[in-house]
C-alpha cells in the first residue's frame, strides 16, 4: 500500500510539472539578479545590482543577451557586449546555448514567468533573477 502511495504522488508531481516550452515568452527582457544558490549551498543575495540582463528572443528560438547599465535619467549605458545564442528543448528541458568569438556554453533555464527567472549554469549555481524595475528617485 505504501509503494502504491509513493508511485501515485510521484505521478502526480510529474504530471504537474509546467511544460518547458512555456517558459519562451517570458525569458525577452530586462532581468536583474535578485540572489545566487551556489552549488555548495551558499546563497549570495543582490541588494543592488550595477547591470541588468537584456535578453531578446526571436521567434526562430535565437537570440542575445546583453549587460545594461541603468542611467539615472531611465536610459541604459551600453557595454557593447552581445552573447549569441539559440534555445533548445532536450529531455524536457530548455537549455539556452551561448556562443561568442572567446568561449561557448551552456545553461538550463529552470522556470520563467512574469516575475522570476532561474536559470542554472555548468557550475551548478543557480541564478535567480526578478524584472528589472528603474530606480525611482521622485
Not at 536583474?32 to 545590482?49: P, Q
Not at 528543448?89 to 533555464?109: A, G, M, Q, R, V
Request: aromatic share 14%; hydrophobic share 35%; proline share 4%.
Amino acid at each position: 500500500m505504501k509503494r502504491l502511495l509513493i508511485l501515485l504522488l510521484s505521478l502526480i508531481t510529474y504530471s504537474c510539472k509546467e511544460p518547458v516550452e512555456n517558459f519562451i515568452p517570458h525569458l525577452n527582457g530586462y532581468w536583474e539578479i535578485e540572489k545566487v544558490i551556489l552549488a555548495s549551498g551558499d546563497v549570495h543575495d543582490y541588494k543592488y545590482n550595477p547591470l541588468v540582463d537584456y535578453f531578446k528572443l526571436t521567434d526562430s528560438l535565437k537570440g542575445y543577451r546583453k549587460k545594461l547599465k541603468p542611467l539615472l535619467d531611465g536610459t541604459f549605458a551600453d557595454s557593447k557586449d552581445t552573447e549569441q545564442f539559440n534555445i533548445k528543448i532536450e529531455h524536457d528541458s530548455l537549455n539556452i546555448y551561448y556562443n561568442t568569438k572567446f568561449s561557448s556554453w551552456k545553461e538550463t533555464i529552470l522556470s520563467a514567468s512574469d516575475n522570476q527567472l532561474k536559470i542554472i549554469n555548468a557550475n551548478k549555481n543557480i541564478y535567480i533573477y526578478k524584472p528589472y524595475k528603474p530606480l525611482n528617485i521622485n
